[in-house]
């Protein structure tokens, strides 16, 4: 409940996706914490260090943060994102009844100053940053030299690639799922689809009409689909980059239906037509706004899909396994999805390349970002 009050998504996202996976990311890295001598030999803790976590996913983004640096026996001074900051303080009341030592976990609120404040304290000897790719290269400038380690997740502007092949309608399905979930705050949503022709009119048909399905409203409503846009601020951005994409001629379909009275909402909306210069295939939106363009060969599509400052996700949608392995190899993306869209395990290493950031979150990668010294040959994964 406080999640979706505070960010504005579905509380059924919150309650079945965000929720559970959170408590996942725990449970495993509670284990790895338990194996730590015989996995990571000779490896010992950072130290302190700095987290800073978007509105998107507070929750969830806390715990892939907070977990592998307290598996590590490292300290935590986390700054949750100044419109989202309740999971966070909750999050610390419960650690405070777990008896967690004083001092091992610091939540610090506030907005951008303070994130600035923990990145430049000379205390502090990692940075771990999830948020917008303008801020993350301020935070890596503020850093470099400095010998503090540095982990980013940043923006993407994924392609969901469907091949004539595909089913069809779990394709769909993945479309909806990798560009609506959250109303499109998820910096690996699949933003633009990437349509093999002879299948183009049949996709752009189906996808449009279960979008007219998606119920937009009261995000503590559990029949909800879509729920409020974070911030004033977030909606402005997406109007201005929608209307900047029918200023260039694509053609824009929105789901027509009623918006509440009260709140920032946007309607699920795809643009069809869409070039490849195009503000809305190349900028990350953030937000339930889809571009589709059309390809007639795999090289096509993977060169379409590379052409983007970006590089944190990607989806395949093919029944060819040896279509899916080569694309996989050619896609410069961190995280490939075939035939599926949006899944995450905590044991599976997340992160992106190019624009994206660097580092990874989760698996034994991403704790052994936690540890100031790498695992031995024989321990290392």
Known sequence: VLETLDNGKPIRESRDIDVPLVARHFYYHAGLAQLMETEMPGAEPLGVCGQIVPWNFPLLMLAWKVAPALASGSTVVLKPAETTPLTALRFAELCEQAELPPGVLNVVTGAGATGAALVRHPGVDKIAFTGSTAVGKDIQRTLAGTGRRLTLELGGKAANIVFADAPIDEAVEGIVDGIFFNQGHVCCAGSRLLVEEPVHDLVVERLRRRMATLRLGDPLDKNTDVGAVNSAAQLARITELAAAGEAEGAERWDTGCDLPERGHWFRPTVFTGVSQSSRIAQEEIFGPVLSVLTFRTPEEAVAKAN?????????????????????????????????????????????????????????RQGLAAYLAAAPSAGGAA
């Open 307 to 363: 052409n983007t400052p970006y590089g944190l996700s990607a989806g395949i949608w093919t029944e060819k396994g040896s279509r899916i392995l080569w694309m996989a190899d050619r896609l410069r993306a961190g995280v490939v999805w075939a035939n599926t869209f949006n899944r995450f395990d905590p044991a599976s290493p997340f992160g992106g390349v190019k624009e994206s950031g660097f580092g990874r979150e989760g698996g």
